[in-house]
């Protein structure tokens, strides 16, 4: 390996949240309310679904808290899987980062912002992938110039998404009287398929692993992050549900494909629902410009760790930022939307190029809070999971449970990140033994 990384720490608690919290809070939460609320059968019913999402998502943080809190590095994931599995298992899941769950995520989201875009300025002759490809330089350029940039535009984002949501919870509030509720179902399977998606509306709160070696204070604050970002957003989806439930009812919820914006366009008409269609802009552009400060960190550590990628793992004094690892991760990411540009929705082979490998990993790093803690009994842990070791087994056995269901969702682009991923064993040998 080569040298260590630079011992500044550049964020601070409210700064790391406030990433963490952006990762979170996607262009998910206007969408999958409704299919939330259509596989729940009852208002009871989808209330538990997001407080069980909050908790599970909590139980993973506490796991992750104690990786994080007793090995801070800017490598994140990368650095437990590594230190736990070895250099080939560490090396796989960080040419995944760089090449399929990152920057894929990247695209997605870019995609996203694309079609809107495209929507309202049908006027200028671009199409979605265009605007997809503008929005992944502009945002990799503001990292560029360093991560006070980077953070500013994460602040700014975060408080216009935050006044913006805060609009849909006040109107669903002051709305009159819901229309009934449906017949509450028993149905088990519904209510796990209703689950994967609020999962994956909590989704992003592992990236704070990532932030742990550049955030001021003990140790022990990279928990904070952890439990003061996901108590965050489990309000906040608790409470744009509670006012999608008053102002539309569970019926209304679970016949919308738009919930947000049918709301809004209720209460206000059309301007209503062009605010949610900014509003899930800017959702985007947050996730992700968090995604491309934490994505380039895993590839900054690839550099470290390999000679023959040594020119990644440059870190610019300064600016305070990975600049060779973000060019790498943005070219990276045009040429997934290049690609998507080519299928028929973008946004969607985005999703299934990336979920399973996601997941899986994701298990291998529960896994590995087992090996590190048999391994290295004696290393300093100024936090250790409660309830060891029933909360990390809950948590592999959701990660393991949604491999599978992703596997079962998806289409021909979770093969080709599963062909993406199994690339990188040649390039691995070939690092290895040059």
């Known amino acids: 390996m080569s040298s260590p990384a630079p011992s500044s720490r550049s964020l601070s ?24 609320a259509a596989n729940s059968g009852s208002v009871e019913g989808l209330i538990l679904l997001w407080i069980a999402g909050g908790a599970v998502s909590l139980i993973g943080a506490l796991c992750y808290a104690e990786l994080a809190s007793t090995y801070p590095e800017r490598g994140g994931e990368y650095h437990f899987v590594s230190r736990a599995f070895g250099s080939a298992p560490g090396f796989l899941f960080a040419w995944a980062r760089m090449t399929v769950i990152q920057t894929g995520s990247i695209a997605m989201l870019a995609f ?41 535009m994460q602040a700014s984002l975060i408080a216009l998404l935050a006044l913006g949501l805060s609009s849909i919870i006040l109107t669903g509030s002051l709305s009159g009287p819901s229309p009934a509720a449906a017949e509450p179902s028993s149905d088990t399977a519904v209510f796990g398929r209703a689950m994967i998606f609020v999962l994956l509306t909590f989704g992003g709160w592992n990236e704070a692993a990532y932030l742990s070696a550049d955030v001021n204070g003990p140790r022990r604050n990279i928990v904070r992050v952890l439990i003061y970002s996901i108590a965050a957003v489990t309000a906040l989806y608790l409470a744009v549900n509670l006012a999608l439930l008053k102002g539309l009812g569970l019926q209304g919820m679970s016949s919308s494909d738009a919930v947000a914006t049918d ?11 062009a605010l949610v269609s900014l509003l899930i802009v800017l959702a985007c552009l947050s996730t992700m410009n968090a995604t491309i400060i934490t994505g380039a960190r895993t590839t900054y550590a690839l550099g470290r760790d390999f000679r023959l990628l040594g020119f990644l793992g440059r870190w610019r004094e300064g600016r305070e930022t990975p600049v060779n690892a973000l060019l790498v991760q943005g070219g990276i990411a045009l040429l997934l939307v290049a690609g998507g540009a080519r299928a028929r929705d973008g946004f969607e082979t985005m999703v299934d190029y ?81």
């Open 112 to 152: 996203l912002v694309g079609d809107y875009a495209a929507a309202a300025l049908g006027h200028i002759p671009l199409t979605p992938a265009h605007y997809a490809a503008v929005t992944v330089v502009l945002l990799t350029a503001v990292n560029i110039a360093g991560i006070r940039q980077g953070k500013w």
């Open 263 to 273: 709301l809004m366009r209720l209460s206000f008409g059309e301007a209503g629902a």
């Open 354 to 434: 990336t979920a399973p490998v996601f997941w899986f990993f994701f298990a291998l790093i529960g896994l590995s809070l087992f090996v590190l803690r048999r391994r290295e009994p004696l290393a300093r842990r100024p936090f250790q999971v409660p309830l060891y070791p029933l909360l990390p087994i809950a948590f592999i056995a959701v990660c393991v449970y949604m491999l599978f269901s992703s596997l079962a969702f998806t289409g021909a682009g979770a093969l080709v990140g599963a062909a993406v991923l199994v690339a990188g064993i040649p390039v691995f040998i070939f690092l290895k033994r040059r």
């Open 13 to 36: 608690v409210l700064d790391a949240v406030l990433i963490t919290v952006g990762i979170i809070v996607g262009a998910g939460i206007f969408r999958t309310p409704s299919i939330v």
